[in-house]
């Protein structure tokens, strides 16, 4: 018997936005879902699925400081004690947001994303023009493209995932929200807050 060892490559940001665009056309082309459908389902891991996973993390940082402390020094693991993890978060980073220094993150090279804490990436977070002015004035393309003024005596920090690291941001707890639970603080955490364009609800 001839046994066949094979070994898995890891594909890249293009493979795998190749391989998804072929399967969307012929899921259409045969009639088993919809353009309008497959739009429908994105739309959902962008905006709920994926981003509620992120948040679940996030409120439990924000009641337990053990876990906090957990997150920030590994927040792969961290992720994986609440049964969080997989494919593009092999290597994730938190970095939190303080009263003196504001993080966002961007991928300047091309989409890299942590997709079980945050869904799938934004159109704007993929476009060239955000990847770049982000990096080169990022005050003022917080303020001019998603109307988050950050005050000048606040440091902003940007951090440029790749393909062997994930950044991602855990926000500053509102004021206001002392007593609440896990599921209500998660309600506060936007995805855009965890990218670090936006800020957390207020309570």
């Known amino acids: 018997m001839t046994r066949v060892n094979l070994v898995h490559t890891p594909r890249t940001e293009e493979e795998i936005a190749a391989r998804v665009k072929a399967i969307e056309s012929i899921?259409?082309?045969?009639?088993?879902?919809?353009?309008?459908g497959v739009d429908r389902f994105a739309e959902i891991y962008e905006h709920e699925v994926g981003p509620k996973l992120?948040?679940?993390?996030?409120?439990?940082?924000?009641?337990?400081?053990?876990?906090?402390?957990?997150?920030?020094?590994?927040?792969?693991?961290?992720?994986?004690?609440?049964?969080i993890g997989g494919l593009q978060g092999e290597h994730m980073i938190a970095v939190e947001n303080t009263p003196a220094v504001h993080n966002?993150?961007?991928?300047?090279?091309?989409?890299?994303?942590?997709w079980?804490?945050?869904?799938?990436?934004?159109?704007?977070?993929?476009?060239?023009?955000?990847?770049?002015?982000?990096?080169r004035e990022p005050?003022?393309?917080?303020?001019?493209?998603?109307?988050?003024?950050i005050p000048a005596e606040?440091?902003?920090?940007?951090?440029?995932?790749?393909?062997?690291?994930?950044?991602?941001?855990?926000?500053?707890?509102?004021?206001?929200?002392?007593?609440?639970?896990?599921?209500?603080l998660a309600g506060l955490i936007t995805r855009d807050s965890m990218i670090g364009t936006g800020l957390a609800r207020t309570a």
């Not at 948040?55 to 994986?80: G, H, M, N, S």
């Not at 005050?139 to 003024?149: N, P, S, V, Y």
């Not at 690291?165 to 002392?178: D, H, L």
């Open 139 to 149: 005050r003022l393309c917080l303020k001019e493209d998603f109307q988050l003024d």
């Open 54 to 83: 992120g948040a679940q993390v996030v409120a439990k940082a924000w009641i337990d400081p053990d876990f906090k402390a957990r997150l920030l020094k590994d927040a792969t693991e961290a992720c994986a004690e609440l049964g």
């Open 116 to 135: 079980p804490v945050l869904g799938l990436p934004p159109n704007w977070f993929k476009s060239m023009p955000y990847r770049a002015r982000i990096i």
């Open 27 to 36: 899921l259409i082309e045969k009639g088993l879902m919809s353009e309008a």
């Open 104 to 114: 966002v993150v961007v991928c300047s090279l091309c989409s890299c994303y942590p």
């Open 154 to 184: 606040i440091e902003i920090r940007v951090w440029d995932s790749n393909s062997e690291i994930r950044y991602w941001v855990v926000p500053q707890r509102p004021e206001g929200s002392e007593g609440m639970s896990v599921d209500a």
